[in-house]
């Protein structure tokens, strides 16, 4: 298993994919296995809250 600070993450101020904590925790999305999948963060993100907010609004009615 590789560690978290080998994997790459998304600079969510920059837009930029960077390899382990090159940037402060705040600024940064993942961890990702791969270059390519970090650089589709955003995406991914919006894909998940989407799914979180259609769950909860199943659970609420």
């Known amino acids: 298993m590789t ?3 080998e994997k790459y ?6 837009g930029e994919v960077e390899k382990g904590y ?3 925790a705040v600024d940064r999305a993942g961890p990702f296995e ?3 999948e970090a650089a589709k963060a ?3 993100m919006r894909e998940r ?3 979180w907010a259609e769950e909860e ?3 609420d009615s």
């Open 3 to 5: 560690s978290d600070s």
């Open 9 to 14: 993450w998304y600079n969510l101020k920059t």
């Open 22 to 24: 090159e940037s402060p």
């Open 34 to 36: 791969t270059p390519e």
């Open 42 to 44: 955003p995406e991914i």
């Open 49 to 51: 809250s989407r799914a």
């Open 57 to 59: 609004a199943r659970e």
